[in-house]
């Protein structure tokens, strides 16, 4: 049974409550996000990941800076973006930030690249949403060639061209850590494998097996390719307290103020609380106490043979205090568990 398995957590920097319910200033909110990091670090967690977002229910908006400040705070913990929006960026900077980044941490750096759920970075940087897959396909196209760390020579057609251009800072050793971040689409499945990138799975609905496929389908092309396999990684949310009901009763208000903020601006209907019970039983909401959360971890670590599971510990205006004590008993107790059923 494989047991090299890591455990990371993500963060979108969601703006939570202080203890009267008012909202915190990001700036705290992000103060606190490097507090979370270190408690992190401090109990032996793999990976912190920080998303991208360009809103207000959101605090981070450049992933890089909190991270080289969490750099500064901790010893072993890997720290990287999740995702970065390559789409609405300049592939350039996005290495040229994360190899500082590596650098600032001693190696410690890493990247997942995707297009993001969230759109408000492409008129806010002033991209065409009508190019929404010509952007994201030329752009890793070309952080592909600056992975190799050689000059570049590349063209394409959203840019000029590139001709025995260096890029710096190098990675000091071996070459960054880079990821592709899928949400279910089977070109993008591919393309991971055809650049030959390490895939991360964000699984937020539904029962975690329905990416049993994407999986297979990873391998087959790696296998048509003429390459050994690289890692799957599984991101999705969660929340952990001493037991079950404590951890719904929680959990539930402030998930639902976030599920339904978003699913206003999509069209989806108000979540339910027989909806919400049906994720933490049979989907892809990881909510209880400790022994539930592990068991699911196992269970989904097992059937998609990934290689790191990252839970996504902030949900809306969860309180800090809250998100504190999930992660220690994340770190404490969940982890280490898990591996201990990998292992039997």
Do not use: C
């Amino acid at each position: 049974m494989t047991t090299s398995v890591e455990f990371g957590l993500d963060t979108f920097g969601d703006v939570t409550n202080n203890a009267a319910g008012t909202p915190l200033p990001h700036a705290q909110v992000i103060r606190n996000v490097v507090d979370e990091a270190v408690l992190a670090d401090q109990l032996g967690i793999d990976f912190i990941g920080l998303g991208e977002h360009h809103r207000s229910d959101f605090a981070i908006s450049s992933p890089e800076t909190v991270l080289a400040a969490i750099a500064s705070r901790t010893r072993r913990i890997h720290l990287g973006s999740a995702v970065t929006v390559l789409s609405s960026d300049d592939p350039i900077r996005v290495f040229q930030r994360f190899a500082t980044l590596d650098a600032l941490s001693n190696g410690r750096a890493e990247v997942i690249l995707g297009r993001g759920s969230f759109t408000e970075s492409f008129p806010l940087f002033g991209f065409d949403l009508r190019q929404y897959e010509e952007l994201f396909e030329e752009k890793l196209d070309l952080f592909a060639e600056l992975l190799k760390q050689q000059p570049v020579t590349w063209q394409g057609k959203l840019r000029p061209p590139l001709k025995s251009q260096s890029v710096y800072p190098p990675v000091e050793n071996g070459t960054l850590k880079t990821w592709i971040g899928v949400g279910g689409s089977p070109q993008s499945v591919v393309r991971a494998a055809h650049y030959d990138l390490p895939l991360m799975l964000a699984i937020i609905g539904g029962d975690p097996s329905r990416f049993a496929p994407y999986v297979d389908l990873y391998h087959r092309a790696f296998r048509e390719f003429g390459r050994p396999s690289k890692p799957i990684g599984v991101h999705s949310p969660g929340y952990v307290a001493e037991t079950d009901a404590e951890a719904r009763e929680e959990l539930w208000p402030d998930y639902k103020a976030m599920r339904d903020r978003i699913g206003k601006e999509r069209g989806w209907p108000p979540m339910g609380r027989d909806e919400f019970v049906t994720e933490a039983e049979h989907g892809s909401l990881y909510v209880g106490a400790p022994e539930t959360v592990a068991l699911k971890i196992a269970s989904t670590v097992k059937t998609l043979g990934a290689a790191r599971f990252q839970l996504k510990y902030s949900a809306g205006p969860l309180p800090h205090e809250k998100l504190m004590k999930s992660i220690e008993l994340y770190g404490s107790k969940v982890v280490p568990m898990v591996r201990d059923m990998l292992a039997a």
